[in-house]
């Protein structure tokens, strides 16, 4: 059982359209949260980071963390075609000192 | 330009060739991480360092592969006798505090073996 799991998609939304991505984790010890966006060829780039439960907003973006149920989620808001790309999720363990990757969801947004 | 600064973006090698990668941490950062990854598939760990000392390394990270952060500044990260399983995307990324602040990544090196 992968530590981190998303599903791989693709996640078609029309623009101006509500994008939900989910990841699941399986260390119940985890205590940061990540997600980040990479474009095709591109590395990846930091977008969110969530540490409670609760929500957390940025802009378009809103994380959800559910540790009891170990589900963090992101919603991308007034979807756009530029938000067209994969989402991974990072998640931090105990210590701290290292992320496990979710195999990315990938998003497509239609004009 | 500060961000993590990779070198080369693009190495083709022949199998069984050594091949070396740079790594440029943002200066004020004393932790530096690898990780691989495929067409795909999620980064996945290869190796961590804090300062000079290397701290984790990955079932992955076979004895043909080797890191170093020579006084805590730059890493390299080698590979030997190259396969065409080694064709991947290497990343390389630094953070001040994992927990915090995650990671920022470099452009990536990305490794084809014919």
């Not at chain 1, 996640?11 to 990540?34: H, K």
Request: proline content about 4%.
């Amino acid at each position: 059982q992968k530590e981190v799991e998303q599903n791989s998609g693709p996640l078609s939304v029309p623009e101006g359209a509500i994008a939900s991505l989910n990841c699941t984790y399986s260390d119940r010890g985890s205590q940061s949260f990540f997600w980040y966006r990479q474009y095709s060829g591109k590395s990846p780039e930091l977008i969110m980071s969530i540490y409670s439960n609760g929500d957390k907003e940025d802009g378009r973006f809103t994380a959800q963390l559910n540790k009891a149920s170990q589900y963090v989620s992101l919603l991308i808001r007034d979807s756009q075609p530029s938000d067209s790309a994969t989402y991974l999720c990072a998640v931090g363990g105990n210590a701290g000192n290292m992320l496990t990757f979710g195999g990315g969801t990938r998003l497509m947004v239609k004009p | 330009d500060t961000g993590v600064s990779q070198n080369p973006r693009h190495k083709i090698t022949k199998r069984g060739q050594n091949v070396t990668f740079r790594c440029d941490p943002i200066s004020e950062h004393n932790r530096l991480y690898w990780y691989r990854q495929t067409l795909g598939q999620g980064p996945e760990f290869l190796t961590y360092f804090q300062n000079e000392a290397q701290l984790e390394k990955s079932r992955l990270l076979s004895d043909r592969f080797s890191a170093e952060r020579p006084k805590g500044s730059f890493s390299t990260l080698e590979i030997q006798r190259t396969e065409q399983g080694d064709s991947a995307m290497y990343l390389c990324a630094s953070s001040p505090r994992t927990r915090l602040y995650g990671y920022t990544f470099g452009s990536g090196t990305r490794l084809t073996v014919v």
